[in-house]
């Protein structure tokens, strides 16, 4: 995968379940990001996994997914997630892996409206628009 670009280092952290890298993105501030690989279920005979990926909050041990960090950095911030998915299938090679948005989910829509500078009146243009990001940008 070292066509990727630039990539920032990865710490990994590993169960017998999950799978879990953390990394520092250093743009405009330096911001702890999290890509986790959790278990969901035994599908068709396959193990599904879920990744998940954002900031990492610290005193709450959780990743924040639906923040925008803007730092400036996303090409290597995305470069390094994607630098992930092969060891992932290194560690379960017969396994399923299911990627969303978080903006994808049926109560982000009600939870964007408050505070959106769009004024979408209709339809909410930020829904699922982080995974048209994601496959546009695969």
Excluded: W
């Excluded at 995968?1 to 920032?8: A, E, H």
């Excluded at 890298?21 to 278990?39: A, D, N, Q, T, W």
């Excluded at 990744?51 to 990743?63: A, N, P, R, S, V």
């Excluded at 995305?78 to 049926?106: C, I, W």
């Amino acid at each position: 995968m070292s066509t990727l670009g630039p990539l920032y280092p990865l710490t990994k952290n590993e169960s017998e379940d999950d799978l879990t890298f953390f990394f520092v993105s250093e743009g405009c501030r330096s911001v702890i990001k999290l890509i986790e690989y959790i278990y969901v279920e035994r599908l068709f005979g396959y193990d599904l996994y879920n990744l998940g990926f954002g900031d990492y909050d610290i005193e709450k041990d959780t990743i924040l997914d639906i923040r925008n960090s803007n730092n400036g950095d996303h090409y290597k911030v995305f470069h390094t997630v994607l630098s992930s998915v092969p060891l992932f299938f290194n560690k379960y090679p017969e396994a399923v892996l299911m990627v969303q948005g978080s903006d994808s989910r049926s109560e982000f829509v009600d939870a964007c409206r408050p505070a959106c500078r769009k004024r979408c009146s209709h339809e909410c243009k930020n829904f699922r628009r982080r995974i048209n990001i994601y496959n546009y940008y695969v």
